[in-house]
C-alpha cells in the first residue's frame, strides 16, 4: 500500500471516529438532551406567554390603563418568582368572572392556580376541601351587598389566609374594611398585592 493511501485513510478514519463518538454520546445520552430542549422551549413558551398576558394587562382597564413600565416591572417579578408561584392556588370569588378574564389568564400563565366561585357558599366549600394560598373577592354581590366584606372576615378568622378585594371603583376616601389586605380597582396594584403575599408566605 502507497504512503499516500495510507495517509488517505488515515484522513478518513479520524472524522469516521469522531462521528460515531458523537453518534454513541447522542444514543447513550439521548434522555438527557432530549429533557434539557423540552425544558429550554418550555421556558421560551412560558416566557412568550407571560409577555403577551402582560400587554393584555396594560390594556385591560381602558379608563384605568396600567403604564408599560409598571406592567414589565411586574412581568419580571413573576418571572422571577416562577419557582414559588407555581403550585400555588387562587381562589376567585366573584359571580361576574367573564369581567376578570384578562386578570386570571396573566396569574396562571405566572404559573398560579385560579379557582373560581361564584358565591361565598361555594367559596367556603371550596376553602375547606383544598389548600389555597390567596382568596380575590368582589365586594356586593346577589346573595348581599356585603357579601366580600363578610366573606374577608370570616376568611381572615377561619382560615388565615390574605383576602384582596378587587371591585370596579374604589372610594380612596373610604378606609379597607377588615378582613381585607387589600382593596383595589387597578390589576397592576391586584397583581402586585398577590405577589406580595406569595413571597410573605411560608409555602
Known amino acids: 500500500m502507497s504512503d499516500d493511501v495510507q495517509v488517505a485513510l488515515i484522513g478518513l478514519i479520524v472524522p469516521v471516529c469522531s462521528l460515531l463518538v458523537i453518534g454513541i454520546v447522542l444514543v447513550v445520552f439521548r434522555k438527557q438532551i432530549a429533557g434539557l430542549t423540552s425544558r429550554t422551549t418550555r421556558i421560551k413558551v412560558a416566557g412568550f406567554e407571560l409577555e403577551l398576558a402582560t400587554q393584555a394587562l396594560i390594556e385591560a382597564k381602558p379608563n384605568q390603563k396600567v403604564s408599560a413600565g409598571i406592567a414589565r416591572g411586574i412581568e419580571e417579578r413573576a418571572a422571577r418568582l416562577a419557582p414559588r408561584l407555581m403550585g400555588v ?3 376567585w370569588v366573584d359571580d ?12 396562571r400563565v405566572a404559573g398560579l392556580t385560579v379557582v373560581n366561585a361564584r ?3 361555594r367559596a367556603f366549600q371550596l376553602l375547606d ?6 382568596v380575590i373577592t368582589d365586594i356586593e354581590r346577589a346573595e348581599s351587598p356585603t357579601a366580600g ?13 390574605p383576602v384582596i378585594g378587587y371591585i370596579g371603583s374604589v372610594d380612596l376616601a373610604r378606609p ?3 378582613g381585607l389586605l387589600a382593596l383595589t380597582d387597578r390589576p397592576d396594584v391586584l397583581i402586585s398585592r398577590i405577589l406580595d403575599a406569595v413571597e410573605a408566605s411560608e409555602w
Do not use: C, M, W
Not at 149 to 161: F, P
Open 129 to 134: 376541601e383544598d389548600d389555597f394560598g390567596v
Open 96 to 107: 361576574q368572572p367573564h369581567g376578570n378574564k384578562v386578570e386570571r389568564r396573566f396569574l
Open 119 to 121: 358565591t361565598s357558599k
Open 89 to 91: 392556588q387562587v381562589l
Open 149 to 161: 366584606i363578610d366573606l374577608a372576615r370570616d376568611v381572615a378568622e377561619q382560615y388565615g389566609i
Open 176 to 178: 379597607v374594611p377588615a
